[in-house]
């Protein structure tokens, strides 16, 4: 584990919220980037965004379930300097990551959002798709999936998940957050999800 991964995990661990949870969706956020490189051609420290993004995602919740997306955003640049090995702008991107895990997809009328630099909004859009489908993945908060391989066509990305149980939520919750991924990639997401054997 890296340095800046360490500050991230503190600071989550600092605020005590479904930390299981939080790990999960980064462990398939992280699947996700790795086995769709093709797709986004983004490097080890986007890599690193989307991890410390996917880690504080939930951290909202400490405020209230209500705009906890928001909450998210705020709190993690509240807390930037917890967080010394980002500089400010990549905090910056790691809030808006965080902010668009659910509800809203990225858009210039979120003031955080425009103020971004164009190369950062495509970075923002094309993490936080992962983000959502990742947060999908793991909508029971169960940490169900054992395994995540994805195939690429012209046309289609393909998931496939091993799960412990209920099939039937995962695949659910991770189309029903594809949105984004779908307008980031111009390629419809299906998901299929079998229990695990063995």
């Known amino acids: ?29 992280l699947q996700l980037f790795d086995q769709l490189i093709s797709l986004h051609n983004l490097g080890t420290n ?8 996917a880690l504080l995602h939930d951290i909202g919740w400490t405020v209230s379930h209500d705009k906890h997306h928001k ?27 965080a902010r668009y895990h659910r509800k809203a997809l990225p858009a210039l009328k979120h003031k955080p959002f425009a103020e971004l630099t164009d190369a950062d909004r495509e970075i923002v859009r094309k993490l936080a798709a992962f983000l959502r489908v990742a947060d999908g993945l793991d909508r029971p ?6 395994q995540l391989t994805c195939e690429i066509t012209c046309a289609v ?21 594809c949105d984004l991924f779908e307008q980031v990639y111009h390629r419809r997401l299906t998901v299929a999800a079998a229990l695990a054997t063995g």
């Open 46 to 53: 986007e890599r690193d965004l989307l991890e410390a993004a």
């Open 71 to 97: 909450h998210a955003h705020r709190l993690i640049h509240e807390n930037r300097r917890r967080l010394p090995g980002f500089t400010a702008s990549e905090v910056a991107l790691i809030a808006n990551i």
């Open 157 to 177: 990305v393909a998931l496939r998940l091993q799960v412990r149980y209920d099939p039937e939520a995962h695949q659910t919750g991770g189309e029903r957050k």
């Open 1 to 29: 584990m890296n340095e800046r991964c360490t500050q991230v995990e503190a600071l989550l661990k600092a605020f005590d919220w479904d930390v299981a949870h939080s790990q999960q969706v980064r462990n398939l956020a």
């Open 141 to 146: 908060h169960r940490q169900e999936v054992r």
